[in-house]
Structure formats: structure tokens, C-alpha cells
């Protein structure tokens, strides 16, 4: 396993979910292993991803508990939301994650090496002019917010800025029809600012079953987004009091702020891959093979780096294969058909395995099960929220190969309801399957009738 001839077996550069993972295991495993980040532990997901969404959008939800509880005869007159207390207290959580991440990597055996990667040369890394050898480089270094250019688009911020805004803003502009672009549609709307979200498509979530879109827009419209579809900014330019934003056919707009999550791309600027004969996916992602083996022989990826769900829970499972691979007794690479997600929207998205569209694509002849109805909390909230369920099933062996929601905790009631499908569970298995009752994760198992 070591060989003699280099500084470390293995040199990871990224220190974000799947190169940590990966670093980790491989250190345990008994290989040399060091770790090259040059800007914060955890990577995206624990600095400007995950985590500190997920903190925002709890904030985000009180506002509304607050009016909820009046119809269960709570008096919450006054309440006020204090932005530099929400922004500053997630400051706090994070550092602490940025050190729980340096002592896994410590306590594992890793070697920690803070400044910026290049390639050097075969199997040679350049970090701020420290030379380093490893028998096998592994690329982790993940995606960057994109933003078209456009007039004055050095004016609108990326999902890496919005979370530390210095003063919240009154009135914001999201530009953007994916997960991001919803998430903080409904995170800032729900601590009170005046939101508008353009999407260039007909309808967004590109890629999520049609039936959950549209469902989620209507709901989402209820909760005082103003979503424009078929809409894109011509130029952002400054004013006097704010950005005034062009959008051609639907006039202008005067924001605080504007928030383009408008994609993400691989973030390998400055690795010096040109050097390299790495090979790309038509999509623009590195492209590797079942053991995350690039083109060049001593040269791996993994993560949102080689496409596919770009989820922590997947770079994690990469990084755990990738270890066992070349360190250990071999491993599968993840099986990515049935994977579960979340969307943080509000209301929530919850969904693993197939849209309708591609199951009738993939099996043909497939039954639909939907059931629609307002949440038993609202009855007494007097708030007009509905939630939506949906199963899609292949006719031919009756297995389910598709789950949806629209609604509140549908991440949670998802994620247990994908083992079943891993599984490989069928309509009948639901079927009988007793309920929780009253909840409203039961209606997953008490759809009877198909509606298609």
C-alpha cells in the first residue's frame, strides 16, 4: 500500500464532505493521506450550503408559527425579528463545525496542509509553492455559484454572500428557478422581506415531477412570493434608494438586494488541469469511471465535481467507496437511481426515485396515486395550506418506483419511506402497512385508488 517513493499514497485536495469522508476512511485504512484546502473546513455545505440554510430556514418558519398559534389561543403580539442576531449566532455554529472537521481529520491521521492547490506535474502538487508527491491525487473541490453575465450583474450576490448581508434587505430579487433560488424565496420571505422570484421557464424545479412543481408554485404563492415565470433580468443598475432591476415585458423592479442562484459549475479554476489529459462530460463535469479514475491514471474526482446529485449524502458515500477501493477489501460505487432529497422550500419537497415522466418513459405502463388535503394543523391556524402526496407505481411488477410530497417535514417523512423503495417495496407492501393515525405521513399508506 505505501510506496516510498512519494510524500503520501493519498493527497485530497478539498476539504469539503466527500474529500474529508474519503480522507478519513483511506487514513484508517492504513494509507499516508493529507488533506489541501485553501478556504474553509467542511466545504459548501457546512459554510454555504447546507447547514446554514437549514439554520435559516427554522428562523424563517417562526414568523409564521407565531400567527398560527392564534387560532390555538396564543397572544404573540410584538414579535420582532432581529437580523445581526441570526446572521452572527450561525457565524458561531459554523466555526465550531470548521473545527469539528479539523479534529476528524486529526484524529484519523491526516495531515492538513491550508493554502491552494495546483497541479505541478505527474503525481506532484504545487501548494503556495510547496511542492508535495502523492502516489494518487483525489480532486474534491466541489462547484461555484454561477452568475450569467448580464448589465450589472456584478451587482447581484451569489448564495455564497447572502447568508452574511450586512443590513437584511426590505425587498429582494431571487433569479433562478432551481432548489436554491426556492429555498431562499421562502427563507426571506419568511423573515419578512418583500420577495420576487423570476425563473426565465415556464414553471420551475426543472426536473422534479410536474405535478410537485406546480402544486409547490400555487402553494408557494399563498405564502406572499411573487413568482414570474417567463421572466429574466435585462440589468441591474443602482439607485438612490436601492438596485433597479429591468425585466423587458414585466417592467421594473426597485430591490434591496438581488440573489442570483442561477447554477453552479465545477470550481477547478487555477487547479492547472490544463496539464492533465482529463476528460470532461458534455455538461462540463470531470468525468471518471466506476472507481473514480480520471483520464490521467494517478488522477480521481468525486462529488459534485463528477455531476450527478449534487447532495452531501452522495459525496459522502462516494468518499466511503473511494477509501474501500483503493484502501481496503473494494467497494460498490453508490447506487444512485433511488436517491432521496429535500427541497427546504415552504412548504417542503420530499422525494426519491422517479418523476411520472420518466417512469412512463422507463416502464410504460404505470399507476398513479395522489391524494391532495389540508394538514390537520390548519383547521384550527385558519391558514390555507395544502399538502400533496403522490406514488407512482410500475404496473407490470406493481413495485413503487416513485414518492413525492409537498408539505411540512417531508424530508423526514421521505427519508424513512426510501428505504422501503431501496427495498424494492410494492403497492401491496404499502397497502398493508398499518398508519400512524393522525399524521399525516399515513396517506402514503392508505391511497387505494388510482387517479392514472
Given at each position: 500500500?505505501?510506496?516510498?517513493?512519494?510524500?503520501?499514497?493519498?493527497?485530497?485536495?478539498?476539504?469539503?464532505?466527500?474529500?474529508?469522508?474519503?480522507?478519513?476512511?483511506?487514513?484508517?485504512?492504513?494509507?499516508?493521506?493529507?488533506?489541501?484546502?485553501?478556504?474553509?473546513?467542511?466545504?459548501?455545505?457546512?459554510?454555504?450550503?447546507?447547514?446554514?440554510?437549514?439554520?435559516?430556514?427554522?428562523?424563517?418558519?417562526?414568523?409564521?408559527?407565531?400567527?398560527?398559534?392564534?387560532?390555538?389561543?396564543?397572544?404573540?403580539?410584538?414579535?420582532?425579528?432581529?437580523?445581526?442576531?441570526?446572521?452572527?449566532?450561525?457565524?458561531?455554529?459554523?466555526?465550531?463545525?470548521?473545527?469539528?472537521?479539523?479534529?476528524?481529520?486529526?484524529?484519523?491521521?491526516?495531515?492538513?496542509?491550508?493554502?491552494?492547490?495546483?497541479?505541478?506535474?505527474?503525481?506532484?502538487?504545487?501548494?503556495?509553492?510547496?511542492?508535495?508527491?502523492?502516489?494518487?491525487?483525489?480532486?474534491?473541490?466541489?462547484?461555484?455559484?454561477?452568475?450569467?453575465?448580464?448589465?450589472?450583474?456584478?451587482?447581484?450576490?451569489?448564495?455564497?454572500?447572502?447568508?452574511?448581508?450586512?443590513?437584511?434587505?426590505?425587498?429582494?430579487?431571487?433569479?433562478?428557478?432551481?432548489?436554491?433560488?426556492?429555498?431562499?424565496?421562502?427563507?426571506?420571505?419568511?423573515?419578512?422581506?418583500?420577495?420576487?422570484?423570476?425563473?426565465?421557464?415556464?414553471?420551475?424545479?426543472?426536473?422534479?415531477?410536474?405535478?410537485?412543481?406546480?402544486?409547490?408554485?400555487?402553494?408557494?404563492?399563498?405564502?406572499?412570493?411573487?413568482?414570474?415565470?417567463?421572466?429574466?433580468?435585462?440589468?441591474?443598475?443602482?439607485?438612490?434608494?436601492?438596485?433597479?432591476?429591468?425585466?423587458?415585458?414585466?417592467?421594473?423592479?426597485?430591490?434591496?438586494?438581488?440573489?442570483?442562484?442561477?447554477?453552479?459549475?465545477?470550481?477547478?479554476e487555477g487547479l492547472n488541469l490544463e496539464i492533465t489529459d482529463i476528460?470532461?462530460?458534455?455538461?462540463?463535469?470531470?468525468?471518471?469511471?466506476?472507481?473514480?479514475?480520471?483520464?490521467?491514471?494517478?488522477?480521481?474526482?468525486?462529488?459534485?465535481?463528477?455531476?450527478?446529485?449534487?447532495?452531501?449524502?452522495?459525496?459522502?458515500?462516494?468518499?466511503?467507496?473511494?477509501?474501500?477501493?483503493?484502501?481496503?477489501?473494494?467497494?460498490?460505487?453508490?447506487?444512485?437511481?433511488?436517491?432521496?432529497?429535500?427541497?427546504?422550500?415552504?412548504?417542503?419537497?420530499?422525494?426519491?426515485?422517479?418523476?411520472?415522466?420518466?417512469?412512463?418513459?422507463?416502464?410504460?405502463?404505470?399507476?398513479?396515486?395522489?391524494?391532495?388535503?389540508?394538514?390537520?394543523?390548519?383547521?384550527?391556524?385558519?391558514?390555507?395550506?395544502?399538502?400533496?402526496?403522490?406514488?407512482?407505481?410500475?404496473?407490470?411488477?406493481?413495485?413503487?418506483?416513485?414518492?413525492?410530497?409537498?408539505?411540512?417535514?417531508?424530508?423526514?417523512?421521505?427519508?424513512?419511506?426510501?428505504?422501503?423503495?431501496?427495498?424494492?417495496?410494492?403497492?401491496?407492501?404499502?397497502?398493508?402497512?398499518?398508519?400512524?393515525?393522525?399524521?399525516?405521513?399515513?396517506?402514503?399508506?392508505?391511497?387505494?385508488?388510482?387517479?392514472?
Open positions: 500500500m505505501k510506496n516510498s517513493c512519494f510524500d503520501y499514497d493519498l493527497l485530497v485536495i478539498g476539504a469539503g464532505s466527500g474529500g474529508v469522508r474519503a480522507a478519513r476512511t483511506a487514513a484508517s485504512l492504513g494509507a499516508r493521506v493529507a488533506v489541501v484546502e485553501d478556504r474553509y473546513m467542511g466545504g459548501t455545505c457546512v459554510n454555504v450550503g447546507c447547514v446554514p440554510k437549514k439554520l435559516y430556514v427554522y428562523a424563517s418558519e417562526y414568523g409564521k408559527g407565531f400567527t398560527d398559534a392564534a387560532g390555538f389561543g396564543w397572544s404573540t403580539e410584538n414579535v420582532q425579528f432581529d437580523w445581526p442576531t441570526l446572521r452572527d449566532n450561525k457565524k458561531t455554529e459554523i466555526s465550531r463545525l470548521n473545527r469539528i472537521y479539523e479534529r476528524l481529520l486529526d484524529n484519523a491521521g491526516a495531515t492538513i496542509i491550508h493554502g491552494r492547490a495546483r497541479l505541478h506535474d505527474s503525481n506532484v502538487v504545487d501548494v503556495d509553492g510547496q511542492q508535495v508527491s502523492a502516489e494518487k491525487v483525489l480532486l474534491a473541490t466541489g462547484t461555484w455559484p454561477f452568475i450569467p453575465p448580464f448589465t450589472g450583474h456584478e451587482h447581484a450576490l451569489s448564495s455564497n454572500e447572502i447568508f452574511d448581508l450586512d443590513d437584511f434587505p426590505d425587498r429582494l430579487l431571487v433569479i433562478g428557478g432551481g432548489y436554491i433560488a426556492t429555498e431562499f424565496a421562502g427563507i426571506f420571505n419568511g423573515l419578512g422581506s418583500r420577495v420576487t422570484q423570476l425563473y426565465r421557464g415556464d414553471l420551475f424545479m426543472r426536473g422534479f415531477d410536474s405535478d410537485i412543481r406546480a402544486f409547490l408554485a400555487a402553494e408557494m404563492l399563498k405564502t406572499g412570493v411573487d413568482l414570474r415565470f417567463n421572466a429574466n433580468p435585462q440589468s441591474i443598475e443602482p439607485s438612490s434608494d436601492g438596485l433597479l432591476v429591468t425585466l423587458g415585458n414585466q417592467g421594473n423592479l426597485k430591490v434591496d438586494a438581488v440573489l442570483a442562484a442561477t447554477g453552479r459549475r465545477p470550481n477547478i476528460q470532461y462530460t458534455k455538461n462540463g463535469f470531470i468525468a471518471v469511471d466506476k472507481c473514480f479514475q480520471t483520464a490521467e491514471p494517478w488522477l480521481y474526482a468525486l462529488g459534485d465535481l463528477i455531476g450527478g446529485p449534487q447532495l452531501t449524502p452522495v459525496a459522502l458515500a462516494q468518499g466511503t467507496a473511494f477509501a474501500h477501493q483503493h484502501y481496503g477489501q473494494g467497494s460498490q460505487a453508490p447506487d444512485l437511481e433511488y436517491v432521496p432529497t429535500a427541497v427546504f422550500s415552504q412548504p417542503n419537497v420530499g422525494t426519491v426515485g422517479h418523476t411520472e415522466e420518466t417512469a412512463r418513459k422507463m416502464f410504460g405502463d404505470v399507476s398513479i396515486f395522489k391524494s391532495e388535503f389540508k394538514p390537520m394543523k390548519h383547521t384550527l391556524s385558519g391558514k390555507d395550506e395544502r399538502s400533496l402526496m403522490k406514488l407512482i407505481v410500475d404496473a407490470s411488477t406493481n413495485r413503487v418506483v416513485g414518492l413525492h410530497m409537498v408539505g411540512p417535514d417531508a424530508g423526514e417523512i421521505v427519508q424513512g419511506m426510501a428505504v422501503a423503495i431501496q427495498m424494492g417495496a410494492t403497492k401491496a407492501d404499502f397497502d398493508r402497512t398499518i398508519g400512524i393515525h393522525p399524521t399525516a405521513a399515513e396517506e402514503f399508506v392508505t391511497m387505494r385508488e388510482p387517479v392514472g
